[in-house]
């Protein structure tokens, strides 16, 4: 499936989901206390869908590859911050939400590393490097696809109507 918009992107969506459900972890007063880890651990997960949504917006693969590690860099981090919050006495009454937290970053982490491994044994080089020629190209692959699609189906029809013509002799 091929995504007009970031905002459509499931691994997007679910960064963003954790960045809301992050954001609500460290709104509580044991984050509030002197240091980094709050803000840090925000300024991650922030970069985990922004750093998806600027690399698909760039219009190439080699960007959108450079930026996806970047978001997934991202992840680890705030993967780690969540390791140290399980392990700091001061936070013990949120272990389960911090582990619930901790598997979700993993999963996104797990779905950047799918799509960039997609990209890299795709010949596609993006939007950016389309021209004419490789616009015409691409849209007669895709009609193609379309028609072989559409003769499956009607073969795969006239068997159904065959079978059942067969067993009704």
């Not at 939400?97 to 491994?117: D, F, M, Y």
Request: net charge neutral; hydrophobic share 35%.
């Amino acid at each position: 499936m091929t995504y007009e918009r970031f905002e459509d992107l499931p691994v997007w969506k679910a960064a963003m989901r954790l960045g809301i459900e992050i954001y609500a972890l460290t709104n509580d007063s044991a984050f509030r206390t002197d240091g980094d880890l709050r803000d840090q651990v925000r300024r991650a997960v922030l970069s985990i869908s922004n750093n998806i949504a600027e690399g698909f917006e760039r219009g190439s693969t080699a960007e959108l590859l450079m930026f996806l590690y970047i978001a997934r860099g991202s992840a680890g981090e705030v993967r780690s911050m969540l390791h140290f919050c399980s392990a700091w006495p001061a936070i013990a009454h949120l272990k389960s939400q911090i582990s619930n937290l901790k598997s979700q970053s993993e999963a996104v982490s797990r779905q950047i590393r799918g799509w960039t491994n997609s990209l890299q044994n795709s010949d596609i080089k993006g939007q950016r490097h389309l021209n004419d020629q490789t616009k015409q190209t691409f849209d007669q692959r895709r009609r193609a696809l379309a028609f072989e699609k559409q003769l499956d189906e009607m073969v795969q029809e006239n068997l159904k109507i065959r079978d059942g013509n067969t067993d009704a002799d």
